[in-house]
């Protein structure tokens, strides 16, 4: 079973930065993708940006391309999310997710695609 665990969330000014960080749990090696989420208050849960487990490849929604980078720490087995140039409309609660090599043949940019989930991270973006 994989346990995950965010941090980093906080209150930022618009134009500020904040790095999220997600521990990941034991049996690592089952992981095939990370994926980051997020969540605003009345709206669905949109994909942010992923990053594979052994490669390191990623992708992002557009709406965070050139400002967010994801990125892991296999020895540390912790994937982060770097927030720059934030927005008010980035205000969300964020959430890491793991897919395992199971589900490896899914795409990745949907919820439904990842077994595990973490508590969640708030972000908030002031104007």
């Known amino acids: 079973q994989v346990q995950l665990a965010e941090s980093g969330g906080g209150l930022v000014q618009a134009g500020g930065s904040l790095r999220l960080s997600c521990a990941v749990s034991?049996?690592?090696?089952?992981?095939?993708?990370m994926g980051w989420f997020r969540q605003a208050p009345g709206k669905e849960r949109e994909f942010v940006a992923f990053i594979m487990w052994s490669g390191g490849s990623t992708a992002y929604a557009d709406s965070v391309k050139g400002r967010f980078t994801i990125s892991r720490d296999t020895a540390k087995n912790t994937v982060f999310l770097q927030m720059n140039s934030l927005k008010p409309e980035d205000t969300a609660a964020y959430y890491c997710a793991a897919q395992l090599y199971s589900r490896s043949t899914r795409s990745g940019y949907r919820g439904p695609d990842y077994d595990y989930w973490g508590q969640g991270t708030q972000v908030t973006v002031s104007s």
């Open positions: 034991e049996r690592t090696f089952i992981t095939y993708r």
